[in-house]
Antibody, heavy 116, light 112 residues
Framework: EVHLVESGGVLVQPGGSLRLSCVAS????????MTWVRQAPGKGLEWVAN????????KYVDSVKGRFTISRDNAKNSLFLQIKSLRAEDTAVYYC?????????WGQGTLVTVSS | DVVMTQSPLSLPVTLGQPASISCRSS???????????LSWFHQRPGQSPRRLID???NRDSGVPDRFSGSGSGTDFTLKISRVEAEDVGVYYC?????????FGGGTKVEIK
C-alpha cells in the first residue's frame, strides 16, 4: 500500500524558515506528480503547491509564491517544501499527497506552528 | 479562483438513514480532455483526508458501495445510502480542473 510520511514540522518564530520532507514508499515515486496541501487548525483544506515528475514544472497558490519552494529527489523517494518568511497564517498541518489534478493518497501530516 | 460551495455545513443523520451533500462550483469543471475533475474526501477527527470518489462518480478501491457521487458541470452530490457510525467526520469536495485546485468548505456529518 502507498505510504507517505511527512516530517519537519516545528514551532518557529515569525520570519523564520524551515523545510518539510515527505518520504514515499510502495510505489515508483518518479512516476507521479506530488502535491502539498495544508490545513489550519479547525479549518478546511488548502492546496499549496505541486511538482511534476522530474521537478521541472511547479505550481503554487498565490498566497505562498515567492516564499515557498517545492522540490523533489526521486533517487531518495522524497518530496520537500522549503518555507521562508513564515507568518502566523502559515500555521497548519501540512500534508503531502500523490497526484496532479487528483489527490489519491495522503500522508498523516506534519504540524507547523508559527508563533513568538 | 474557482469557488466551491458545499451545503449543508452540518448534517446530523440517523444511523441507517441516507445522507446527501451538495457541492457547487463557480465555473464549469469540465476540462478540455473531457474529464470532470471533481473529487470527494472524508476526514475523520484527528486523521488525514481519504479520497472516496474521483472524477465525479468513480469510487476508490475499498470505498463501500453505500457511497456514490453524481453531477455535472457545476453541480455535484455525494450520497450515502445508509449512514454507519464510521461515516462521521468532515466531507470535502475538490476541483482539479482549474488552477489553483480548490476545496469546498466542508460538511460535518454527525450521528443524531
Amino acid at each position: 500500500e502507498v505510504h507517505l510520511v511527512e516530517s519537519g514540522g516545528v514551532l518557529v518564530q515569525p520570519g523564520g524558515s524551515l523545510r518539510l520532507s515527505c518520504v514515499a514508499s510502495k510505489f515508483i515515486f518518479g512516476n507521479y506528480w506530488m502535491t502539498w496541501v495544508r490545513q489550519a487548525p479547525g479549518k478546511g483544506l488548502e492546496w499549496v503547491a505541486n511538482i511534476n515528475l522530474d521537478g521541472s514544472e511547479k505550481k503554487y497558490v498565490d498566497s505562498v509564491k515567492g516564499r515557498f519552494t517545492i522540490s523533489r529527489d526521486n533517487a531518495k523517494n522524497s518530496l520537500f517544501l522549503q518555507i521562508k518568511s513564515l507568518r502566523a497564517e502559515d500555521t497548519a498541518v501540512y500534508y503531502c499527497a500523490r497526484g496532479y489534478r487528483w489527490l489519491e493518497y495522503w500522508g498523516q501530516g506534519t504540524l507547523v506552528t508559527v508563533s513568538s | 479562483d474557482v469557488v466551491m460551495t458545499q451545503s449543508p455545513l452540518s448534517l446530523p443523520v440517523t444511523l441507517g438513514q441516507p445522507a446527501s451533500i451538495s457541492c457547487r462550483s463557480s465555473q464549469s469543471l469540465v476540462y478540455s480532455d473531457g474529464n470532470t475533475y471533481l473529487s470527494w474526501f472524508h476526514q475523520r477527527p484527528g486523521q488525514s483526508p481519504r479520497r472516496l470518489i474521483d472524477t465525479v462518480s468513480n469510487r476508490d478501491s475499498g470505498v463501500p458501495d453505500r457511497f456514490s457521487g453524481s453531477g455535472s458541470g457545476t453541480d455535484f452530490t455525494l450520497k450515502i445510502s445508509r449512514v454507519e457510525a464510521e461515516d462521521v467526520g468532515v466531507y470535502y469536495c475538490m476541483q482539479g480542473t482549474h488552477w489553483p485546485l480548490t476545496f469546498g468548505g466542508g460538511t460535518k456529518v454527525e450521528i443524531k
